[in-house]
């Protein structure tokens, strides 16, 4: 069986995590993706359980309490984490996990699987990370500004992955990310 592997695709707000994800998911057959935890409110179109389990904050504690997240994190108001059952059944079972997640919650996960591979995207500079949130048309002024304050510290912090991965050119990006992740298996 192949070795399973907890793949952590981590940056900032906007840097195109979920299409470099799905692309992921596209070409590598033992790729799933773990549905993270909110505390947000899920956005047009979103699937509870498909693309976040939402919860209401009082729910969200408790999984905290119990132990049940293999991190966790508060970034922009609301609660993200990723529950650890599912996570730890798909590698003992050989799959690629990626985990969509912010710095903050990446640097988690370090602690806790120190075998998993922590893969930072980068934007090609912040004018064009800035670009990007706006464009997405899925939130107000207030914040993108906020998103965009995180963004800086989250930026200082690309040192602590083992890969940092520009995403400027689709392809290119992804086909670096999925080099990462076949070294990671083998070696």
Not at 69 to 82: D, H, I, R, S, V
Request: hydrophobic share 45%; with cysteine; aromatic share 4%.
């Amino acid at each position: 069986m192949t070795r399973g592997l907890l793949v952590v695709i981590a940056g900032p707000s906007g840097v195109g995590k979920g299409t470099v994800h799905a692309r992921l998911r596209a070409t590598l057959p033992d790729a799933v993706l773990s549905v993270s935890a909110t505390t947000r409110a899920a956005r047009p179109r979103e699937v509870d359980g498909v693309h976040y389990r939402f919860l209401d904050r009082l729910g969200f504690e408790a999984m905290v309490t119990r132990g049940e997240l293999l991190e966790w994190a508060e970034y922009a108001g609301n609660l993200y984490g990723t529950p650890r059952g599912p996570v730890a059944e798909a590698v003992a079972d050989g799959k690629v996990v990626l985990l969509d997640i912010e710095v903050q919650g990446a640097l988690q996960v370090r602690e806790q699987d120190p075998d998993a591979l922590l893969v930072f995207l980068a934007p090609p500079s912040f004018d064009e990370l800035e670009r990007r949130l706006r464009q997405r048309g899925t939130e107000d002024d207030v914040a993108v500004a906020a998103r965009l304050e995180v963004a800086r510290r989250e930026l200082a912090q690309r040192d602590a992955f083992d890969q940092v991965v520009v995403n400027d050119d689709l392809e290119r990006c992804v086909a670096e990310v999925r080099d990462a992740i076949a070294a990671a298996r083998t070696g």
